[in-house]
């Protein structure tokens, strides 16, 4: 237990302190190239502040894998010039007992960073974006005009003249319904379609609906189960494309099923989705390079370990976006494509920890 302390106890304030610079880095230089344009629009100091605190959270998600890949590095580097390893190995001490508790910590940072960025990051990010927009003079808009949804593998049509973001309303509402073999079975007009939270159905102002007999249109009573199926979320219809990168898992998986119901292709945007959970890890990742990187060289060994560290994050970075593109084109699958280069490195860490120094 002394030595589970001793280890936090050098770790934990050069993490936290990493932590803190790499953050404040990241939001000065994002508040230094908007600076000007915000003295332009005579910006308020204290919607200025607001979005640097909004900001706060995603520069915090981006500084722990480096603060941690800082610290451990050092901390480990440091011990091993001042022969305080050596010490521990002739006691009995094994590089891997010793460093044991860092990487449990790395795994439930791991963990903790995806809920962190689900539950706080993606919701403060796009609010920052919005109130930042809006001191920048740039305008977003999600209305949208002429619209054609496919739906439950294009067997329902959706086709809109207008979707309004404010009300979430949809006007000059056209649902058609086809059969398996796309074969026209009804369709339902209605003048307007709000979209309701608590049922998760459109509710529809004076719907009309027709059926093909004979090769005409008649008109029917509406049917309640076609009414049922009318359920495409209210995010489907708006201008904007969704990015799975930002939003939360929840919604992505919302827009990847509308995809799949749709049958348009979306294994790029499954990568993305697998790749929230796989991310993470590579704080797990860098603590565990930095443990199997321990003890290379006498000479510069900070240097030596950070160097080698950070061109192992690089290289997993740009494997990461081989095998996201990979995936992207359907030579491997959208899981593999996001937890691929996971499996690699840590295979390749393992290896590395096994003919350490000890």
């Not at 796309?182 to 609906?209: G, T």
Request: charged share 15%; with cysteine; hydrophobic share 45%.
């Amino acid at each position: 237990m002394k030595l589970v302390g001793y280890i936090f106890k050098k770790i934990i304030p050069f993490f936290i302190g990493s932590l803190v610079f790499f953050s404040l880095v990241l939001n000065l230089v994002d508040l230094f190239m908007n600076l000007t344009t915000y003295l332009q629009n005579s910006a308020k100091m204290s919607d200025v502040f607001k979005v640097m605190a909004l900001y706060t959270p995603k520069t915090i998600w981006y500084a722990i894998p480096v603060g941690m890949l800082f610290s451990t590095s050092f901390v480990l580097s440091d011990m091993y010039a001042n022969n305080e390893l050596e010490a521990l190995f002739a006691s009995g001490v094994s590089l891997f007992k010793f460093t044991l508790p860092v990487l449990i910590l790395s795994v439930f940072l791991s963990f903790g960073l995806y809920h962190f960025e689900n539950r706080l990051v993606v919701w403060t990010y796009e609010k920052k974006v919005d109130l930042q927009n809006q001191l920048l003079g740039k305008s977003k808009n999600e209305n949208n005009t002429d619209i054609i949804v496919l739906s439950q593998n294009s067997t329902i049509i959706y086709k809109a003249k207008k979707y309004t973001e404010n009300s979430k309303k949809l006007t000059g509402v056209y649902i058609v319904f086809r059969t398996e073999e796309k074969q026209l079975r009804s369709i339902i007009y209605a003048k307007n379609a709000v979209w309701n939270e608590d049922s998760q159905l459109w509710n529809l102002n004076s719907p009309v609906q027709y059926v093909m007999e004979n090769n005409e249109l008649k008109v029917v009573p509406v049917s309640k189960d076609d009414l049922s199926l009318i359920n495409e979320p209210y995010t489907i219809f708006r201008k904007s494309i969704v990015d799975v990168q930002s939003v939360s898992a929840k919604e992505a998986k919302v827009y990847i099923e509308h995809l799949k119901k749709a049958g348009l292709p979306y294994n790029e945007q499954l990568s993305e989705y697998y790749k929230k959970f796989a991310f993470p890890f590579i704080v797990f990742l860098v603590v565990f390079l930095s443990i199997g990187l321990t003890g290379k060289t006498k000479k510069n060994v900070l240097i030596v370990s950070l160097a080698s560290c950070i061109g192992a994050s690089v290289a997993f970075y740009v494997m990461m976006m081989v095998t996201m593109v990979l995936s992207k084109h359907g030579y491997i699958t959208p899981f593999m494509g996001a937890w691929f280069p996971v499996f690699f490195f840590t295979a390749g860490s393992a290896v590395l920890l096994k003919y350490s120094r000890t």
